[in-house]
Protein backbone atom coordinates (compact mmCIF):
# COMPACT_ATOMS: atom_id res chain seq x y z
CA UNK A 1 0.00 0.00 0.00
CA UNK A 2 2.92 2.49 0.51
CA UNK A 3 3.57 2.58 -3.29
CA UNK A 4 -0.13 3.45 -3.67
CA UNK A 5 -0.40 5.97 -1.14
CA UNK A 6 2.89 7.84 -2.40
CA UNK A 7 1.17 7.45 -6.30
CA UNK A 8 -1.75 9.51 -4.59
CA UNK A 9 0.93 12.30 -3.33
CA UNK A 10 1.95 12.43 -6.42
CA UNK A 11 -1.30 12.60 -8.26
CA UNK A 12 -2.56 15.47 -6.02
CA UNK A 13 0.66 17.39 -7.28
CA UNK A 14 -0.45 17.24 -10.82
CA UNK A 15 -3.65 17.72 -10.62
CA UNK A 16 -3.71 20.43 -8.56
CA UNK A 17 -7.49 20.41 -7.54
CA UNK A 18 -9.45 23.17 -5.91
CA UNK A 19 -10.70 22.90 -2.76
CA UNK A 20 -13.81 24.89 -1.20
CA UNK A 21 -13.54 25.38 2.83
CA UNK A 22 -16.20 26.25 4.76
CA UNK A 23 -14.22 26.65 7.44
CA UNK A 24 -13.41 28.32 10.86
CA UNK A 25 -11.68 31.99 11.14
CA UNK A 26 -8.78 30.13 13.67
CA UNK A 27 -7.38 27.67 11.12
CA UNK A 28 -8.17 29.37 7.61
CA UNK A 29 -4.11 30.69 6.62
CA UNK A 30 -3.40 27.25 8.19
CA UNK A 31 -5.12 25.29 6.11
CA UNK A 32 -5.21 27.77 2.91
CA UNK A 33 -0.81 27.02 2.95
CA UNK A 34 -1.17 23.34 4.02
CA UNK A 35 -3.56 23.13 0.69
CA UNK A 36 -1.31 24.92 -1.73
CA UNK A 37 2.24 23.70 -0.25
CA UNK A 38 0.82 19.95 -1.08
CA UNK A 39 -0.15 20.79 -4.46
CA UNK A 40 -3.83 21.93 -4.15
CA UNK A 41 -5.83 25.14 -4.51
CA UNK A 42 -7.83 26.57 -1.58
CA UNK A 43 -10.77 28.68 -1.83
CA UNK A 44 -12.87 29.76 1.09
CA UNK A 45 -16.13 31.52 0.71
CA UNK A 46 -19.28 32.07 3.10
CA UNK A 47 -21.58 34.15 1.09
CA UNK A 48 -25.44 32.01 0.38
CA UNK A 49 -25.47 33.76 -3.02
CA UNK A 50 -22.16 32.35 -4.61
CA UNK A 51 -22.31 28.65 -2.96
CA UNK A 52 -23.49 26.87 -5.67
CA UNK A 53 -21.07 28.62 -8.08
CA UNK A 54 -18.27 27.80 -5.61
CA UNK A 55 -19.22 24.75 -5.49
CA UNK A 56 -19.38 23.76 -9.20
CA UNK A 57 -16.15 25.07 -9.56
CA UNK A 58 -14.36 23.03 -7.06
CA UNK A 59 -13.30 19.42 -6.56
CA UNK A 60 -14.55 18.52 -3.50
CA UNK A 61 -16.23 20.72 0.02
CA UNK A 62 -14.77 20.92 3.62
CA UNK A 63 -17.62 21.78 6.45
CA UNK A 64 -15.67 22.76 9.44
CA UNK A 65 -17.60 23.47 12.51
CA UNK A 66 -15.71 25.18 14.50
CA UNK A 67 -16.86 29.10 14.85
CA UNK A 68 -20.63 28.42 14.01
CA UNK A 69 -22.96 30.92 13.19
CA UNK A 70 -26.66 30.51 11.81
CA UNK A 71 -25.23 32.33 8.65
CA UNK A 72 -22.12 30.17 8.00
CA UNK A 73 -24.50 27.06 9.29
CA UNK A 74 -27.32 28.05 6.07
CA UNK A 75 -24.23 28.56 3.78
CA UNK A 76 -22.80 25.19 4.70
CA UNK A 77 -26.50 23.48 3.89
CA UNK A 78 -26.70 25.61 0.53
CA UNK A 79 -23.07 24.42 -0.21
CA UNK A 80 -23.24 20.48 0.60
CA UNK A 81 -26.87 20.43 -1.35
CA UNK A 82 -25.36 21.73 -4.36
CA UNK A 83 -21.91 19.33 -3.75
CA UNK A 84 -24.24 16.13 -3.48
CA UNK A 85 -26.05 16.80 -6.43
CA UNK A 86 -23.37 17.32 -8.29
CA UNK A 87 -21.87 13.70 -6.46
CA UNK A 88 -18.23 16.08 -5.41
CA UNK A 89 -17.11 14.62 -2.11
CA UNK A 90 -17.24 16.52 0.52
CA UNK A 91 -15.64 15.72 4.41
CA UNK A 92 -17.31 17.14 7.57
CA UNK A 93 -14.86 18.08 10.53
CA UNK A 94 -17.24 18.00 13.88
CA UNK A 95 -14.93 19.87 15.97
CA UNK A 96 -15.70 20.27 19.38
CA UNK A 97 -19.03 17.79 19.16
CA UNK A 98 -20.57 17.29 22.59
CA UNK A 99 -19.23 20.94 23.46
CA UNK A 100 -22.86 22.58 23.22
CA UNK A 101 -26.20 21.75 22.39
CA UNK A 102 -26.35 23.79 19.29
CA UNK A 103 -22.95 22.64 17.91
CA UNK A 104 -24.82 18.65 18.72
CA UNK A 105 -27.77 20.03 17.07
CA UNK A 106 -26.02 21.55 13.66
CA UNK A 107 -23.74 18.12 13.78
CA UNK A 108 -27.13 15.78 13.84
CA UNK A 109 -28.61 17.57 11.15
CA UNK A 110 -25.55 17.20 8.68
CA UNK A 111 -25.11 13.92 9.52
CA UNK A 112 -28.98 12.78 9.22
CA UNK A 113 -30.34 14.89 6.61
CA UNK A 114 -26.92 14.63 4.18
CA UNK A 115 -24.45 12.30 3.40
CA UNK A 116 -20.58 12.99 4.46
CA UNK A 117 -17.68 11.66 2.38
CA UNK A 118 -15.42 11.31 4.93
CA UNK A 119 -15.95 12.05 8.45
CA UNK A 120 -12.35 13.48 10.18
CA UNK A 121 -12.56 13.92 14.10
CA UNK A 122 -10.51 13.48 17.40
CA UNK A 123 -11.47 10.41 19.70
CA UNK A 124 -13.84 12.29 21.84
CA UNK A 125 -15.11 14.17 18.93
CA UNK A 126 -15.87 10.69 16.89
CA UNK A 127 -17.50 9.67 20.70
CA UNK A 128 -19.56 12.51 20.89
CA UNK A 129 -20.67 12.05 17.06
CA UNK A 130 -21.72 8.61 17.82
CA UNK A 131 -23.55 9.57 20.92
CA UNK A 132 -21.17 8.09 23.16
CA UNK A 133 -21.30 10.00 26.28
CA UNK A 134 -18.17 11.25 26.45
CA UNK A 135 -16.44 14.28 28.32
CA UNK A 136 -15.16 17.30 25.57
CA UNK A 137 -12.03 19.33 26.35
CA UNK A 138 -13.23 22.20 23.77
CA UNK A 139 -11.74 20.86 20.87
CA UNK A 140 -8.92 18.83 22.51
CA UNK A 141 -9.54 15.21 22.82
CA UNK A 142 -10.09 13.41 26.09
CA UNK A 143 -10.03 10.69 24.71
CA UNK A 144 -7.51 8.13 22.92
CA UNK A 145 -8.15 6.85 19.78
CA UNK A 146 -8.54 3.26 20.46
CA UNK A 147 -11.23 3.98 22.74
CA UNK A 148 -13.11 5.80 19.90
CA UNK A 149 -13.19 2.23 17.46
CA UNK A 150 -16.56 1.04 18.06
CA UNK A 151 -18.07 4.67 17.54
CA UNK A 152 -16.03 4.82 14.09
CA UNK A 153 -17.77 1.91 12.82
CA UNK A 154 -20.71 2.53 14.75
CA UNK A 155 -20.76 6.02 12.46
CA UNK A 156 -19.58 4.42 9.18
CA UNK A 157 -22.49 2.26 9.53
CA UNK A 158 -24.76 4.76 10.28
CA UNK A 159 -23.60 7.43 7.74
CA UNK A 160 -21.87 5.45 4.83
CA UNK A 161 -18.95 8.04 5.04
CA UNK A 162 -15.12 7.32 5.72
CA UNK A 163 -13.92 7.07 9.00
CA UNK A 164 -10.98 8.55 10.06
CA UNK A 165 -10.02 8.95 13.67
CA UNK A 166 -7.36 11.22 14.13
CA UNK A 167 -4.29 11.17 17.38
CA UNK A 168 -1.19 9.85 18.05
CA UNK A 169 -2.13 6.58 16.70
CA UNK A 170 -4.88 7.39 13.51
CA UNK A 171 -7.31 4.94 12.83
CA UNK A 172 -9.28 5.03 9.64
CA UNK A 173 -12.14 2.71 9.05
CA UNK A 174 -14.92 1.63 6.02
CA UNK A 175 -16.43 -1.11 5.61
CA UNK A 176 -15.33 -3.71 7.83
CA UNK A 177 -11.32 -2.64 7.11
CA UNK A 178 -9.33 -0.71 9.45
CA UNK A 179 -5.78 1.20 8.55
CA UNK A 180 -3.78 2.42 11.40
CA UNK A 181 -0.94 5.28 11.01
CA UNK A 182 1.63 5.95 13.50
CA UNK A 183 3.51 8.91 12.49
CA UNK A 184 3.79 12.34 13.45
CA UNK A 185 4.95 13.73 16.66
CA UNK A 186 2.98 15.01 20.50
CA UNK A 187 4.25 19.03 19.69
CA UNK A 188 2.01 19.09 16.39
CA UNK A 189 -0.87 19.09 19.17
CA UNK A 190 0.51 22.31 20.47
CA UNK A 191 -0.54 24.08 17.34
CA UNK A 192 -4.07 25.10 16.60
CA UNK A 193 -5.52 23.87 13.25
CA UNK A 194 -3.51 20.42 12.56
CA UNK A 195 -6.59 18.50 12.92
CA UNK A 196 -8.60 20.95 10.52
CA UNK A 197 -5.26 21.22 7.93
CA UNK A 198 -5.27 17.11 7.77
CA UNK A 199 -9.40 17.59 6.94
CA UNK A 200 -8.70 20.28 4.52
CA UNK A 201 -6.28 17.83 3.17
CA UNK A 202 -8.20 14.58 2.87
CA UNK A 203 -10.66 16.87 0.84
CA UNK A 204 -7.68 17.98 -1.57
CA UNK A 205 -6.69 13.72 -2.02
CA UNK A 206 -11.13 12.75 -2.50
CA UNK A 207 -10.96 15.87 -5.07
CA UNK A 208 -8.05 14.34 -6.56
CA UNK A 209 -9.48 10.72 -6.72
CA UNK A 210 -13.27 10.75 -5.74
CA UNK A 211 -13.72 7.21 -6.45
CA UNK A 212 -11.54 6.05 -3.69
CA UNK A 213 -12.20 7.91 -0.88
CA UNK A 214 -10.72 5.06 2.02
CA UNK A 215 -7.29 5.33 0.49
CA UNK A 216 -7.68 8.86 -0.43
CA UNK A 217 -8.32 9.61 3.19
CA UNK A 218 -5.09 7.22 4.20
CA UNK A 219 -2.93 9.19 1.60
CA UNK A 220 -3.84 12.55 3.42
CA UNK A 221 -3.46 11.42 6.76
CA UNK A 222 0.01 9.74 5.90
CA UNK A 223 1.45 12.91 4.30
CA UNK A 224 -0.11 15.02 7.57
CA UNK A 225 1.71 12.58 9.67
CA UNK A 226 5.47 12.52 7.62
CA UNK A 227 5.16 15.61 7.21
CA UNK A 228 4.83 16.70 10.83
CA UNK A 229 7.33 13.92 12.24
CA UNK A 230 10.39 15.15 9.92
CA UNK A 231 8.96 18.63 10.59
CA UNK A 232 8.97 17.90 14.23
CA UNK A 233 12.88 16.49 13.86
CA UNK A 234 14.08 20.06 12.87
CA UNK A 235 11.65 22.15 14.60
CA UNK A 236 12.77 24.18 18.10
CA UNK A 237 9.34 24.34 18.81
CA UNK A 238 5.47 24.83 17.68
CA UNK A 239 6.41 28.50 15.39
CA UNK A 240 9.19 26.67 13.66
CA UNK A 241 7.27 23.50 13.38
CA UNK A 242 4.47 25.16 11.19
CA UNK A 243 7.88 26.57 8.82
CA UNK A 244 9.34 23.06 8.62
CA UNK A 245 5.70 21.02 8.02
CA UNK A 246 5.13 23.55 5.08
CA UNK A 247 8.16 22.64 3.61
CA UNK A 248 7.69 19.40 3.81
CA UNK A 249 4.63 19.16 2.43
CA UNK A 250 5.74 20.24 -0.73
CA UNK A 251 9.04 19.30 -0.86
CA UNK A 252 9.00 15.55 0.00
CA UNK A 253 10.46 13.50 -2.11
CA UNK A 254 9.22 9.33 -2.83
CA UNK A 255 11.96 7.88 -1.00
CA UNK A 256 11.74 10.14 2.25
CA UNK A 257 8.11 9.60 2.33
CA UNK A 258 8.29 5.34 1.79
CA UNK A 259 10.95 5.12 4.21
CA UNK A 260 8.78 6.97 7.29
CA UNK A 261 5.68 5.92 6.63
CA UNK A 262 4.43 3.43 9.44
CA UNK A 263 1.16 1.56 8.03
CA UNK A 264 -1.25 -1.17 9.17
CA UNK A 265 -3.96 -2.74 7.35
CA UNK A 266 -6.53 -5.00 9.40
CA UNK A 267 -9.95 -5.45 10.02
CA UNK A 268 -12.19 -4.19 12.32
CA UNK A 269 -15.74 -5.30 13.33
CA UNK A 270 -18.33 -3.72 16.53
CA UNK A 271 -17.86 -5.52 20.06
CA UNK A 272 -20.83 -6.74 21.07
Not at 134 to 151: R, Y
Request: charge should be negative.
Amino acid sequence: MTQRIWNYISGLRQTSPLVHSITNYVVMNNTANALLAAGASPIMAHAHQEMKDMVSIAGALVINIGTLDEYWVESMRLAIRQAEALKKPWVLDPVGAGATPYRNAVLKELISTYHPSVIRGNASEIMALAQVSVQTKGVDSTHQTEEALDAALQLNAITGAVICVSGATDNIVHHGKRILLRNGDPIMSRITGMGCTATALIAAFCASTPGELFEATTAAMALTGVAGEKAAAQAKGPGSLQMHFLDILSTITEDEFNSSLNIEEEYASIQS
